[in-house]
């Protein structure tokens, strides 16, 4: 039986092969730097702040909610011919302005990509609005009331990416506050590449359900016990990891330590093309440096149905597709 895999962390831009920036670009008439791409034609970058500035500089090429939509049905399509069952993925306003490209117009467009992808294969899926924690507190809570504004079935959560050393997390409390009161799923990107304090900060000041990446944590025994009593969910990308230099290899993510300690994981692939992974490849390399068996990577894939921001319906139904030994 193969593997039912779920990837609850996993930006919609950063999903965008080279090939399909590339082909935006020239129907939008955008001409992208050569430095963004090496020989190969794979996205080039070096280190964190790289990676973050070619990340922008690709998203230029998305100017039309056409554009949105090839990205949408590109990931959920390409995801699920994998083996995904569900994804969810951040989707982000700030970049779709930038684009010119109104917030409503823009989650339509994704939300009809998948909808293509669900009647091609099955696939179920969801999207978390995104602010930008480096473009500032006003712009995320821009970002937050777009969810009362604009509210849309598929959007059932809210989030915050961008860089972790940029401000303090109760810097962002009114963003959270905002999209909790419009019954938004709540995560934040912490603990990726800053210590055990970004996750904590992160969890007292934003009361979130989950934490995106969140492996800094293992260096605080008595914080993960909070973590495991709570329940928090972390949603781990360790291929990521590995390409930002958080990690070495597979074998020296903490996701084992991690589990022992109770606390919650989910897998996630973060932005495919930029690290050279996807969410079979996580699954693969994760059941390998570990020596889990399948049963225990459908565990992980449970864990991360039963912390979907989805309907209890939904749920159900991905939960009855997962079958874990007697």
Same mark, same amino acid.
């Given at each position: 039986?193969? +593997?039912?895999? %779920?990837?609850?962390?996993?930006?919609?831009?950063?999903?965008?092969?080279?090939?399909?920036?590339? !082909?935006?670009?020239?129907?939008?008439?955008?001409?992208?730097?050569? *430095?963004?791409?090496?020989?190969?034609?794979?996205?080039?970058?070096?280190?964190?702040?790289?990676?973050?500035?070619?990340?922008?500089?690709?998203?230029?090429?998305?100017?039309?909610?056409?554009?949105?939509?090839?990205?949408?049905?590109?990931?959920?399509?390409?995801?699920?011919?994998? =083996?995904?069952?569900?994804?969810?993925?951040?989707?982000?306003?700030?970049?779709?302005?930038?684009?010119?490209?109104?917030?409503?117009?823009?989650?339509?467009?994704?939300?009809?990509?998948?909808? !293509?992808?669900?009647?091609?294969? =099955?696939?179920?899926?969801?999207?978390?609005?995104?602010?930008?924690? *480096?473009?500032?507190?006003?712009?995320?809570?821009?970002?937050? !009331?777009?969810?009362?504004?604009?509210?849309?079935?598929?959007?059932?959560?809210?989030?915050?990416?961008?860089?972790?050393?940029?401000?303090?997390?109760?810097?962002?409390?009114?963003?959270?506050?905002?999209?909790?009161?419009?019954?938004?799923?709540?995560?934040?990107?912490?603990?990726?590449?800053?210590?055990?304090?970004? %996750?904590?900060?992160?969890?007292?000041?934003?009361?979130?359900?989950?934490?995106? *990446?969140? %492996?800094?944590?293992?260096?605080?025994?008595?914080?993960?016990?909070? +973590?495991?009593?709570?329940?928090?969910?972390?949603?781990?990308?360790?291929?990521?990891?590995?390409?930002?230099?958080?990690?070495?290899?597979?074998?020296?993510?903490?996701? !084992?330590? +991690?589990?022992?300690?109770?606390?919650?994981?989910?897998?996630?692939?973060?932005?495919?093309?930029?690290?050279?992974?996807?969410?079979?490849?996580?699954?693969?390399?994760?059941?390998?440096?570990?020596?889990?068996?399948?049963?225990?990577?459908?565990?992980?894939?449970?864990?991360?149905?039963?912390?979907?921001?989805?309907?209890?319906?939904?749920?159900?139904?991905? +939960? =009855?597709?997962?079958?874990?030994?007697?």
């Amino acid at each position: 039986m193969s +593997l039912p895999l %779920v990837d609850l962390h996993c930006h919609i831009e950063g999903a965008a092969p080279p090939d399909l920036i590339r !082909k935006l670009a020239a129907r939008n008439g955008v001409r992208l730097p050569d *430095h963004i791409f090496d020989d190969d034609g794979h996205y080039r970058w070096t280190n964190f702040q790289h990676f973050l500035g070619a990340y922008d500089v690709a998203c230029t090429a998305i100017r039309t909610p056409q554009d949105y939509y090839d990205l949408s049905y590109s990931y959920f399509s390409n995801a699920a011919a994998l =083996g995904m069952i569900y994804g969810e993925v951040f989707i982000s306003a700030d970049h779709g302005a930038n684009g010119g490209i109104a917030y409503p117009d823009m989650v339509q467009a994704m939300a009809e990509g998948l909808g !293509k992808a669900r009647e091609e294969s =099955g696939v179920q899926g969801r999207f978390i609005l995104t602010a930008i924690r *480096h473009y500032g507190i006003e712009k995320c809570e821009a970002t937050a !009331k777009q969810a009362h504004r604009h509210p849309h079935n598929l959007v059932t959560g809210f989030g915050m990416a961008g860089d972790e050393h940029f401000g303090q997390p109760a810097d962002y409390a009114r963003a959270f506050d905002i999209a909790r009161d419009a019954d938004m799923g709540l995560t934040v990107h912490a603990g990726e590449v800053c210590g055990a304090h970004s %996750v904590r900060n992160a969890l007292q000041a934003l009361r979130p359900s989950r934490i995106g *990446h969140g %492996v800094q944590a293992i260096s605080d025994t008595n914080f993960l016990r909070r +973590l495991a009593g709570e329940g928090i969910v972390l949603e781990v990308c360790p291929g990521s990891n590995i390409k930002v230099g958080v990690y070495g290899t597979y074998a020296q993510s903490p996701i !084992k330590c +991690l589990q022992d300690a109770g606390v919650k994981l989910a897998l996630g692939a973060d932005d495919p093309p930029y690290f050279h992974t996807d969410i079979a490849n996580e699954y693969a390399q994760v059941q390998k440096a570990f020596s889990f068996i399948d049963d225990d990577m459908r565990a992980i894939s449970r864990t991360a149905i039963e912390a979907a921001f989805c309907d209890e319906q939904t749920k159900a139904d991905l +939960l =009855g597709r997962i079958q874990v030994s007697p």
